[in-house]
């Protein structure tokens, strides 16, 4: 099935640090939305972007939807140990009243302390 | 407002038995997706329902799964004769929509089945 290019796929980084991750693809979406899953866990949603350009923080975490609404990118500033999980972004589609959510393959963080 | 509901959270079949895992959505949800992550792995879509309704199952092998979301009740995905290959987590996920558009989609727990 069509998935989105997220990256990158892992990253090791000290506590303290920043990270960035982002999605891209070739096709528009109307919303973006961005999750965290722990080990043993389902996904939790983390932040939803509904405009092109629209940039959205929850905590320490902030998120862009991207003019062109092809792509998203997340930032986690100061990172401590809990960050550590799988982050996936999904981009929606809308067609006649379906909705199609299409996700990235994930960006596993690991904290070092 | 209770999240959505996935049980159970743990099965182990025999290969050859049957699975069956349920989804209550969120309250007001009408939209239902079911996606299958092995280890360490990304979520693989399957199967895409609405009230009595299948919209997508594009995802869902074409043998021995199934799916349904009756007009009263949770949502089954239902594998027939299990084989090793099936073990993997399940995961339900639900949305409704705002102003037409795709609303947040929350996932529950998920169910992990194991098959011996």
């Known amino acids: 099935g069509q998935q989105l290019n997220q990256s990158p796929q892992s990253m090791f980084i000290q506590e303290g640090e920043d990270v960035s991750m982002n999605c891209t693809s070739s096709s528009i979406f109307n919303t973006w939305l961005w999750y965290k899953q722990d080990p043993g866990e389902g996904p939790v949603l983390l932040i939803a972007l509904y405009k092109a350009g629209e940039l959205t923080s929850n905590g320490r975490l902030t998120a862009q939807f991207g003019i062109t609404r092809k792509d998203s990118f997340l930032n986690i500033s100061a990172s401590i140990p809990s960050d550590v999980g799988i982050y996936f972004c999904?981009?929606?589609?809308?067609?006649?009243?379906?909705?199609?959510?299409?996700f990235g393959t994930g960006t596993r963080l690991k904290v070092l302390a | 407002n209770a999240g959505v509901m996935q049980n159970p959270r743990h099965l182990v079949r025999r290969r050859g038995q049957e699975a069956r895992l349920r989804c209550s959505p969120m309250k007001g949800h009408s939209h239902v997706y079911w996606y299958r992550q092995l280890p360490e792995e990304g979520l693989k879509f399957m199967v895409y329902?609405?009230?009595?309704?299948?919209?997508?199952e594009s995802g869902m092998p074409k043998e021995r799964f199934s799916a349904e979301f009756p007009k009263e009740g949770p949502s089954i995905l239902r594998i027939q004769q299990v084989v090793r290959g099936d073990s993997a987590a399940y995961f339900c996920?639900?949305?409704?929509?705002?102003?037409?558009?795709?609303?947040?989609?929350?996932f529950g727990e998920g169910s992990r089945l194991t098959v011996l």
């Open positions: 329902l609405q009230k009595e309704n299948i919209i997508d």
């Open positions: 996920a639900s949305s409704s929509t705002t102003s037409g558009a795709a609303g947040e989609l929350f």
């Open positions: 999904a981009g929606t589609q809308s067609t006649s009243g379906t909705y199609k959510y299409i």
